[in-house]
Protein backbone atom coordinates (compact mmCIF):
# COMPACT_ATOMS: atom_id res chain seq x y z
CA UNK A 1 0.00 0.00 0.00
CA UNK A 2 0.92 3.34 -0.94
CA UNK A 3 1.70 5.86 2.38
CA UNK A 4 0.15 8.95 3.05
CA UNK A 5 3.37 11.30 1.84
CA UNK A 6 3.11 9.12 -1.41
CA UNK A 7 -0.13 9.36 -2.78
CA UNK A 8 -1.69 7.84 -5.98
CA UNK A 9 -1.59 8.95 -8.60
CA UNK A 10 -5.03 7.97 -9.45
CA UNK A 11 -6.61 9.59 -5.84
CA UNK A 12 -4.74 12.78 -5.69
CA UNK A 13 -6.01 15.73 -7.36
CA UNK A 14 -2.79 17.00 -8.34
CA UNK A 15 -1.36 13.55 -9.12
CA UNK A 16 0.11 14.24 -12.43
CA UNK A 17 2.70 16.92 -10.75
CA UNK A 18 3.06 14.70 -7.76
CA UNK A 19 4.26 11.82 -10.04
CA UNK A 20 6.25 14.12 -12.58
CA UNK A 21 8.05 15.73 -8.87
CA UNK A 22 8.73 12.00 -7.88
CA UNK A 23 10.16 11.12 -10.90
CA UNK A 24 12.48 13.82 -10.99
CA UNK A 25 13.50 13.53 -7.10
CA UNK A 26 14.10 9.64 -8.54
CA UNK A 27 16.38 10.93 -11.59
CA UNK A 28 18.63 13.04 -9.49
CA UNK A 29 18.79 10.62 -6.59
CA UNK A 30 19.50 7.51 -8.91
CA UNK A 31 22.80 6.61 -7.87
CA UNK A 32 22.14 7.02 -4.03
CA UNK A 33 18.82 4.54 -4.42
CA UNK A 34 21.39 2.42 -5.96
CA UNK A 35 23.16 2.09 -3.31
CA UNK A 36 20.47 1.91 -0.29
CA UNK A 37 18.76 -0.84 -2.55
CA UNK A 38 20.67 -3.61 -1.15
CA UNK A 39 20.17 -2.48 2.17
CA UNK A 40 16.44 -1.32 1.92
CA UNK A 41 14.59 -3.59 -0.99
CA UNK A 42 14.73 -6.87 0.54
CA UNK A 43 16.22 -10.40 -0.64
CA UNK A 44 14.12 -10.43 -4.07
CA UNK A 45 15.23 -7.26 -5.12
CA UNK A 46 18.94 -8.13 -4.02
CA UNK A 47 18.61 -10.92 -6.41
CA UNK A 48 17.59 -9.41 -9.15
CA UNK A 49 20.23 -6.54 -8.61
CA UNK A 50 22.73 -9.15 -8.21
CA UNK A 51 21.83 -10.87 -12.04
CA UNK A 52 21.50 -7.25 -13.51
CA UNK A 53 25.46 -6.83 -12.71
CA UNK A 54 26.21 -9.68 -14.12
CA UNK A 55 25.52 -10.76 -17.25
CA UNK A 56 21.76 -10.44 -17.21
CA UNK A 57 19.26 -12.74 -16.38
CA UNK A 58 18.51 -16.06 -17.41
CA UNK A 59 15.55 -17.69 -16.26
CA UNK A 60 15.54 -21.72 -15.81
CA UNK A 61 14.31 -24.08 -18.06
CA UNK A 62 11.64 -26.43 -16.70
CA UNK A 63 8.82 -28.01 -18.78
CA UNK A 64 5.08 -27.07 -18.77
CA UNK A 65 1.90 -29.17 -19.03
CA UNK A 66 -0.52 -28.56 -21.46
CA UNK A 67 -2.73 -25.64 -20.97
CA UNK A 68 -6.59 -26.29 -19.69
CA UNK A 69 -8.99 -25.36 -21.90
CA UNK A 70 -11.45 -23.23 -20.93
CA UNK A 71 -14.46 -24.66 -21.69
CA UNK A 72 -16.84 -21.21 -22.20
CA UNK A 73 -19.99 -20.89 -24.04
CA UNK A 74 -19.53 -20.03 -27.54
CA UNK A 75 -20.55 -17.64 -28.22
CA UNK A 76 -19.14 -15.94 -25.10
CA UNK A 77 -21.86 -13.82 -23.18
CA UNK A 78 -20.77 -10.24 -22.70
CA UNK A 79 -18.21 -9.56 -20.14
CA UNK A 80 -17.96 -6.46 -17.45
CA UNK A 81 -14.50 -5.72 -18.87
CA UNK A 82 -15.58 -5.04 -22.68
CA UNK A 83 -15.17 -1.39 -23.61
CA UNK A 84 -16.03 1.05 -26.22
CA UNK A 85 -14.78 -0.68 -29.50
CA UNK A 86 -11.81 1.66 -30.83
CA UNK A 87 -9.71 1.61 -34.66
CA UNK A 88 -7.79 -1.48 -35.05
CA UNK A 89 -7.78 -2.82 -31.60
CA UNK A 90 -4.45 -4.30 -30.54
CA UNK A 91 -4.54 -6.65 -27.74
CA UNK A 92 -1.40 -7.41 -25.29
CA UNK A 93 -1.06 -10.00 -22.81
CA UNK A 94 2.12 -9.89 -20.54
CA UNK A 95 3.67 -11.27 -17.46
CA UNK A 96 4.92 -8.30 -15.75
CA UNK A 97 4.70 -4.75 -16.01
CA UNK A 98 7.47 -3.62 -18.57
CA UNK A 99 7.97 -6.65 -20.89
CA UNK A 100 6.11 -4.12 -23.35
CA UNK A 101 8.34 -1.43 -23.11
CA UNK A 102 11.40 -3.81 -23.13
CA UNK A 103 10.34 -6.74 -25.85
CA UNK A 104 7.96 -4.90 -27.87
CA UNK A 105 8.94 -1.39 -28.32
CA UNK A 106 8.95 0.59 -31.01
CA UNK A 107 5.73 -1.31 -32.33
CA UNK A 108 4.50 -0.38 -29.33
CA UNK A 109 5.04 3.55 -29.60
CA UNK A 110 4.48 3.12 -33.11
CA UNK A 111 0.91 1.70 -32.30
CA UNK A 112 0.04 3.83 -29.97
CA UNK A 113 1.21 7.07 -32.32
CA UNK A 114 -1.08 6.12 -35.19
CA UNK A 115 -4.28 6.11 -33.00
CA UNK A 116 -4.92 2.67 -32.38
CA UNK A 117 -7.15 0.89 -29.71
CA UNK A 118 -4.55 -0.58 -27.34
CA UNK A 119 -5.67 -2.88 -24.43
CA UNK A 120 -2.91 -4.01 -22.22
CA UNK A 121 -3.24 -7.12 -19.56
CA UNK A 122 -0.29 -7.78 -17.04
CA UNK A 123 -0.49 -11.23 -15.60
CA UNK A 124 1.36 -11.56 -12.76
CA UNK A 125 2.59 -8.44 -10.48
CA UNK A 126 5.87 -8.86 -10.96
CA UNK A 127 6.00 -8.29 -7.20
CA UNK A 128 9.53 -10.56 -6.59
CA UNK A 129 8.05 -11.70 -3.14
CA UNK A 130 8.05 -8.34 -2.03
CA UNK A 131 4.40 -7.57 -1.83
CA UNK A 132 1.79 -5.10 -3.15
CA UNK A 133 3.39 -2.22 -2.38
CA UNK A 134 6.07 -2.92 -4.55
CA UNK A 135 3.85 -4.27 -7.51
CA UNK A 136 1.75 -0.94 -7.44
CA UNK A 137 4.96 0.81 -8.20
CA UNK A 138 6.02 -0.84 -11.43
CA UNK A 139 1.89 -0.14 -12.12
CA UNK A 140 2.61 3.40 -11.71
CA UNK A 141 5.77 3.29 -13.74
CA UNK A 142 4.10 1.67 -16.53
CA UNK A 143 1.34 4.27 -16.75
CA UNK A 144 3.91 6.90 -16.49
CA UNK A 145 5.81 5.02 -19.50
CA UNK A 146 2.09 4.88 -21.36
CA UNK A 147 2.22 8.60 -20.18
CA UNK A 148 5.39 9.20 -22.09
CA UNK A 149 4.29 7.42 -25.50
CA UNK A 150 0.81 9.05 -25.24
CA UNK A 151 1.60 12.52 -25.03
CA UNK A 152 -0.27 13.28 -21.91
CA UNK A 153 0.09 12.95 -18.43
CA UNK A 154 -4.29 13.85 -17.51
CA UNK A 155 -4.59 11.61 -14.69
CA UNK A 156 -5.56 7.99 -14.98
CA UNK A 157 -9.15 6.50 -13.73
CA UNK A 158 -8.84 2.86 -11.06
CA UNK A 159 -11.77 0.44 -11.95
CA UNK A 160 -12.05 -2.90 -10.16
CA UNK A 161 -13.91 -5.49 -12.39
CA UNK A 162 -15.36 -8.82 -11.33
CA UNK A 163 -15.29 -10.89 -14.78
CA UNK A 164 -17.58 -13.41 -15.40
CA UNK A 165 -14.84 -15.68 -14.20
CA UNK A 166 -15.27 -15.07 -11.49
CA UNK A 167 -11.89 -13.27 -11.29
CA UNK A 168 -11.51 -9.57 -10.03
CA UNK A 169 -9.06 -7.48 -11.86
CA UNK A 170 -8.10 -3.57 -11.63
CA UNK A 171 -8.20 -1.46 -14.83
CA UNK A 172 -6.53 1.42 -14.99
CA UNK A 173 -8.01 4.05 -18.21
CA UNK A 174 -6.40 7.55 -18.57
CA UNK A 175 -9.29 9.96 -18.17
CA UNK A 176 -8.78 11.88 -21.75
CA UNK A 177 -7.52 8.48 -23.67
CA UNK A 178 -10.25 5.73 -23.39
CA UNK A 179 -8.88 4.11 -25.98
CA UNK A 180 -6.08 2.84 -23.74
CA UNK A 181 -6.56 0.81 -20.68
CA UNK A 182 -3.73 -1.14 -18.82
CA UNK A 183 -5.56 -4.20 -16.77
CA UNK A 184 -3.78 -5.92 -13.73
CA UNK A 185 -4.37 -9.40 -12.38
CA UNK A 186 -1.66 -9.73 -9.87
CA UNK A 187 -0.89 -12.92 -9.69
CA UNK A 188 2.47 -13.72 -7.85
CA UNK A 189 5.55 -13.40 -9.58
CA UNK A 190 7.48 -17.12 -10.43
CA UNK A 191 11.15 -15.67 -10.28
CA UNK A 192 13.44 -17.23 -12.12
CA UNK A 193 13.55 -20.43 -11.38
CA UNK A 194 10.19 -20.60 -11.06
CA UNK A 195 9.98 -21.74 -7.60
CA UNK A 196 8.40 -18.41 -6.56
CA UNK A 197 9.17 -16.92 -3.28
CA UNK A 198 8.83 -17.50 0.18
CA UNK A 199 6.57 -14.10 0.82
CA UNK A 200 3.84 -15.70 -1.78
CA UNK A 201 3.83 -19.56 -0.80
CA UNK A 202 6.42 -20.77 -3.33
CA UNK A 203 3.96 -21.02 -5.26
CA UNK A 204 3.51 -19.25 -9.42
CA UNK A 205 1.98 -19.83 -12.80
CA UNK A 206 4.22 -22.33 -13.95
CA UNK A 207 3.25 -24.25 -10.78
CA UNK A 208 -0.04 -23.94 -11.08
CA UNK A 209 -0.22 -25.04 -14.62
CA UNK A 210 1.55 -27.61 -14.16
CA UNK A 211 -0.34 -29.17 -11.05
CA UNK A 212 2.07 -28.53 -8.56
CA UNK A 213 0.17 -25.76 -7.09
CA UNK A 214 -3.96 -26.39 -6.82
CA UNK A 215 -4.25 -22.74 -6.75
CA UNK A 216 -2.90 -19.34 -6.96
CA UNK A 217 -4.24 -16.15 -4.93
CA UNK A 218 -3.17 -12.68 -6.16
CA UNK A 219 -0.75 -10.83 -4.31
CA UNK A 220 -3.85 -8.13 -3.67
CA UNK A 221 -5.77 -11.00 -1.86
CA UNK A 222 -8.68 -9.96 -4.17
CA UNK A 223 -8.82 -13.90 -6.37
CA UNK A 224 -8.10 -17.22 -5.87
CA UNK A 225 -7.05 -18.59 -9.10
CA UNK A 226 -7.19 -22.49 -10.06
CA UNK A 227 -6.06 -23.82 -13.67
CA UNK A 228 -9.96 -23.31 -15.13
CA UNK A 229 -10.59 -19.83 -13.71
CA UNK A 230 -7.22 -19.01 -15.15
CA UNK A 231 -7.81 -20.22 -18.28
CA UNK A 232 -11.53 -18.58 -18.20
CA UNK A 233 -10.54 -15.12 -17.54
CA UNK A 234 -7.87 -15.26 -19.80
CA UNK A 235 -10.65 -15.98 -22.69
CA UNK A 236 -12.62 -13.62 -21.23
CA UNK A 237 -10.02 -10.75 -21.41
CA UNK A 238 -9.03 -11.86 -25.07
CA UNK A 239 -12.72 -11.91 -25.98
CA UNK A 240 -13.58 -8.59 -24.06
CA UNK A 241 -11.12 -6.34 -26.13
CA UNK A 242 -12.50 -7.79 -29.56
CA UNK A 243 -8.71 -7.36 -30.97
CA UNK A 244 -7.45 -7.72 -34.71
CA UNK A 245 -3.88 -8.10 -33.34
CA UNK A 246 -2.96 -10.01 -30.83
CA UNK A 247 0.86 -9.66 -29.77
CA UNK A 248 2.59 -11.24 -26.24
CA UNK A 249 5.43 -13.25 -24.65
CA UNK A 250 7.32 -16.02 -26.48
CA UNK A 251 5.39 -19.05 -25.38
CA UNK A 252 7.27 -22.16 -23.99
CA UNK A 253 7.39 -24.88 -26.34
CA UNK A 254 9.49 -22.12 -28.62
CA UNK A 255 13.03 -22.55 -28.74
CA UNK A 256 12.99 -18.49 -28.61
CA UNK A 257 11.64 -19.68 -24.73
CA UNK A 258 15.01 -21.24 -23.57
CA UNK A 259 16.54 -19.24 -21.03
CA UNK A 260 14.01 -16.58 -20.84
CA UNK A 261 11.75 -15.94 -17.51
CA UNK A 262 9.92 -18.65 -16.55
CA UNK A 263 6.53 -16.36 -16.52
CA UNK A 264 7.55 -14.84 -19.49
CA UNK A 265 6.99 -18.15 -21.29
CA UNK A 266 3.78 -19.76 -19.12
CA UNK A 267 2.11 -16.36 -20.09
CA UNK A 268 2.82 -16.77 -23.92
CA UNK A 269 1.66 -20.67 -23.77
CA UNK A 270 -1.16 -19.19 -21.92
CA UNK A 271 -2.30 -16.70 -24.65
CA UNK A 272 -1.72 -19.67 -27.77
CA UNK A 273 -2.97 -22.13 -26.45
CA UNK A 274 -6.02 -20.13 -25.28
CA UNK A 275 -6.58 -17.22 -28.26
CA UNK A 276 -8.76 -19.67 -30.63
CA UNK A 277 -11.42 -20.18 -27.96
CA UNK A 278 -11.82 -16.56 -28.14
CA UNK A 279 -11.99 -16.50 -31.74
CA UNK A 280 -8.80 -15.38 -32.44
CA UNK A 281 -6.41 -17.37 -35.33
CA UNK A 282 -2.31 -17.76 -35.37
CA UNK A 283 -2.63 -15.68 -38.43
CA UNK A 284 -3.44 -12.46 -35.63
CA UNK A 285 -0.58 -13.41 -33.24
CA UNK A 286 2.74 -11.51 -31.95
CA UNK A 287 5.18 -13.79 -29.76
CA UNK A 288 8.49 -10.86 -28.58
CA UNK A 289 11.55 -12.71 -28.01
CA UNK A 290 11.98 -12.00 -24.34
CA UNK A 291 15.70 -12.81 -22.21
CA UNK A 292 17.01 -14.66 -25.43
CA UNK A 293 16.80 -11.03 -27.32
CA UNK A 294 19.88 -10.46 -26.50
CA UNK A 295 21.83 -13.04 -28.53
CA UNK A 296 20.46 -11.55 -31.37
CA UNK A 297 21.82 -8.73 -34.13
CA UNK A 298 21.39 -5.14 -32.49
CA UNK A 299 18.05 -4.10 -34.62
CA UNK A 300 17.28 -0.50 -32.46
CA UNK A 301 19.41 2.44 -32.98
CA UNK A 302 19.63 5.91 -33.72
CA UNK A 303 16.73 7.97 -33.16
CA UNK A 304 14.05 4.91 -32.33
CA UNK A 305 16.61 3.73 -29.40
CA UNK A 306 16.74 7.15 -28.23
CA UNK A 307 12.96 7.41 -27.63
CA UNK A 308 12.95 3.54 -26.70
CA UNK A 309 15.23 4.47 -23.51
CA UNK A 310 13.46 7.68 -22.73
CA UNK A 311 10.21 5.48 -22.45
CA UNK A 312 12.08 2.82 -20.03
CA UNK A 313 14.13 5.53 -18.11
CA UNK A 314 10.07 7.00 -17.21
CA UNK A 315 9.35 3.44 -16.33
CA UNK A 316 12.18 3.38 -14.45
CA UNK A 317 11.94 6.11 -12.17
CA UNK A 318 9.21 4.48 -10.35
CA UNK A 319 10.78 0.83 -10.40
CA UNK A 320 13.64 0.92 -7.22
CA UNK A 321 15.00 -2.25 -8.70
CA UNK A 322 15.91 -1.01 -12.07
CA UNK A 323 15.69 3.06 -11.39
CA UNK A 324 18.38 4.46 -14.15
CA UNK A 325 19.71 7.97 -13.55
CA UNK A 326 19.96 8.62 -17.14
CA UNK A 327 19.88 7.13 -20.48
CA UNK A 328 23.43 6.04 -20.62
CA UNK A 329 22.97 4.33 -17.08
CA UNK A 330 20.20 2.50 -18.29
CA UNK A 331 21.90 1.01 -21.44
CA UNK A 332 24.71 0.16 -19.44
CA UNK A 333 22.78 -2.31 -17.12
CA UNK A 334 23.44 -5.65 -17.93
CA UNK A 335 20.56 -7.47 -19.82
CA UNK A 336 18.42 -4.81 -19.89
CA UNK A 337 20.75 -2.85 -22.00
CA UNK A 338 20.66 -5.49 -24.95
CA UNK A 339 17.14 -5.60 -24.47
CA UNK A 340 16.60 -2.21 -25.34
CA UNK A 341 18.87 -2.49 -28.32
CA UNK A 342 16.75 -5.17 -30.09
CA UNK A 343 12.62 -6.39 -30.61
CA UNK A 344 12.47 -9.79 -32.45
CA UNK A 345 8.38 -10.54 -32.84
CA UNK A 346 7.78 -14.01 -34.44
CA UNK A 347 4.38 -15.34 -36.32
CA UNK A 348 3.30 -18.50 -35.69
CA UNK A 349 5.47 -20.14 -38.51
CA UNK A 350 8.61 -18.27 -37.14
CA UNK A 351 8.02 -19.74 -33.36
CA UNK A 352 10.64 -22.90 -34.00
CA UNK A 353 8.57 -25.13 -31.83
CA UNK A 354 9.49 -28.27 -30.21
Known sequence: MRTDDDPSPDTAP?????????????????????????????????????????????????????????????????????????????????????????????????????????????????????GLEYAEQREAGIRAAYDEMRGSTAPWQEEKLTLLSGAQVTRFTPSDEPRLSLTMMRLPDGGLDAEGFVATGNVCLTRLINGSAATLTSVDGSTVYDRARLSATIVELLGAAQPSHVTTNIPHESAFARGDHPD?????????????????????????????????????????????????????????????????????????????????PKGESELRLS
Open 264 to 344: HSAVGSLVRALAPEAGIGPEAMSYYVGYPSQNEPTNVDGAVLDTKVRIYETYAADDPVVTCADAAACLSQPGFGAWLRRSY
Open 14 to 130: DAPAVDRARRARLTRRGLLIGGLAVVGLGAGALVYRNVRRSSGPVGTWVSLAPILPASLPSPLPPSPAVQAAGTDTAMAIWAHADDDIIFANPALSEEIAAGRTVRAVFVTAGDAGK
